[in-house]
Each structure stands twice: as C-alpha cells, then as structure tokens.
C-alpha cells in the first residue's frame, strides 16, 4: 500500500507527535481500506460516503488503523511476548487455549498506546458533535423515557 494512503483526508486537530495514519475518519474509508482499518469498518465507511452523496444526513466517525495496533505490538516487546505465549498453545487443550487467550488480552489491554494517541481519541470523540444540531427525532427516547 502506497504511503499516501495512509495520509488522512482531513486534518486531524491539534497535537503533534500522533503519526497520522493512526486515525482514519468514516468519511475517508472506503472498501478497499480493508487492510488499514477492518472489513467492518472499511463497510461502514463506504456506507457511509453512499448514504452521504444520496444526501442522508450520517454522523461521522473515526477508526483506530491496524496501524497503530501494529505499533502497540512493537512497542515495549509485546510482540515478542504474545509469540511467546501462543508457541506453547495448541487447539487441543482448550483451558490451556483459554488461559492464553486471557493472558494474551491482558498484556494488549494494559499496553500503553502510541505516543499520543491516548490523549487524540477523547479529543477526536469531542469533535464528532459538534456541528450537529438537535433534530425533533434525536433524543426522543430520551425524552419520552
């Protein structure tokens, strides 16, 4: 995949020191972004960019790329260790399997993100309502609740 793929559209706000391809906004991901964001995510972005030049109204969103999970792994050595747990792991022993699986989440879960990129997702979050205003239908469960 060339480089200039993964530059994103649209600036992605304040911060420096975030790689930029580690954010991909639903407006800029199309089917064939499957290898840097997900199947599902490359079909809601191209859903997405559909429903919005027919001139539905569809709120915007981001994805977190495969990217920056590539970059969680090689950070720190947690590549290494992950390999490490699943040389000793066959699908025969399946509480040894789910052992692993646990231990496995763990590590990826308690990683530290990429640099900055922990402080760019509750910004990035902040963003996706502004613009918006209020039509009669939002909130109405809310209100009715």
């Known amino acids: ?5 993964l530059r994103p559209v649209r600036p992605l706000g304040r911060g420096a ?8 906004w639903l407006r800029d991901i199309r089917l064939t972004d499957v290898a840097l964001v997900g199947g599902k ?9 559909e429903l919005g030049a027919a001139g539905v109204r569809v709120p915007d969103g ?7 999970y590539h970059a969680l792994l090689d950070r720190d050595g ?10 000793g792991v066959t699908g025969e022993d399946v ?7 646990a231990e496995l989440r763990r590590l990826v879960e308690s990683a530290p993100l990429a640099d900055g ?3 760019r997702v509750p910004r990035e979050q902040d963003s996706l309502t502004q613009g918006w205003e209020e039509s009669p239908q939002d909130g109405l469960m809310e209100r009715l609740g």
């Open 117 to 119: 990129l922990d402080a």
């Open 95 to 101: 509480t040894a399997l789910a052992a692993a699986g």
């Open 17 to 24: 020191g975030l790689t930029p391809h580690f954010i991909r």
């Open 62 to 68: 981001f994805a977190i790329t495969a990217a920056a």
């Open 1 to 5: 995949m060339a480089d200039d793929a």
């Open 78 to 87: 947690l590549r290494d260790r992950l390999g490490g747990i699943l040389k």
């Open 41 to 49: 995510t490359a079909s809601l972005g191209e859903l997405h960019g």
